[in-house]
């Protein structure tokens, strides 16, 4: 009989220390999924983001680059540079682009506050840059109702490509390193 107890204490402590290392183990693994599956929300959300403010800047920027070829055409077409009055404006429908242009800012806010969320200081930097031309082009015509030279324009198309260029460089950097974070977790 004392055989027998001794055996049915084995089994048990078999039994327990079986259960207590699969509860271990259960408890481990399950914890690691949640966490592999808390990060790939995240990256899927940071991209989301990233998705997001780019197709709400796109808008915006493009009202911008129409705004400045309208004024580059009417050069070529004979409005003089300098002093232009409101009704020379709205017959070149500049004032209908620049009530566009305006229309975009929204999205553009909306999407800079996205931006803040996930840290994208340096792509805010950069379309800041842009935001600020946009803003001078538009004082200039708008506001102090000056066409400006062609030369002056050609100096603000450069300026423009260049903010734009770097916006764009520093969205990729953006991408690429959300991507990176997501081919890390998936080698893991």
Request: hydrophobic letters at 35%.
């Amino acid at each position: 009989m004392p055989k027998d107890t001794l055996d049915i204490i084995d089994t048990a402590v078999k039994i327990g220390l079986g259960a207590i290392i699969s509860g271990v183990s259960t408890y481990f693994i399950t914890s690691k999924n949640h966490s592999v599956d808390k990060s790939n929300k995240q990256i899927d959300k940071r991209i989301e983001i990233l998705e997001f403010a780019t197709e709400s800047i796109e808008p915006h920027l493009n009202t911008l680059r129409k705004y400045v070829s309208k004024v580059d055409g009417s050069l070529r077409h004979g409005i003089p540079s300098g002093d232009v009055d409101r009704q020379t404006l709205t017959q070149q429908g500049l004032l209908a682009i620049d009530n566009d242009f305006v229309d975009t800012r929204e999205k553009k806010s909306i999407a800079i506050s996205r931006l803040k969320l996930i840290g994208e200081n340096e792509i805010i930097s950069k379309l800041s840059v842009l935001t600020d031309l946009g803003n001078d082009f538009r004082e200039e015509l708008i506001f102090k109702k000056v066409v400006m030279s062609p030369e002056e324009l050609e100096e603000f198309c450069t300026q423009l490509n260049i903010a734009t260029n770097s916006f764009y460089h520093e969205l990729q950097i953006a991408f690429e390193r959300t991507y990176g974070l997501q081919a890390a977790k998936q080698v893991r």
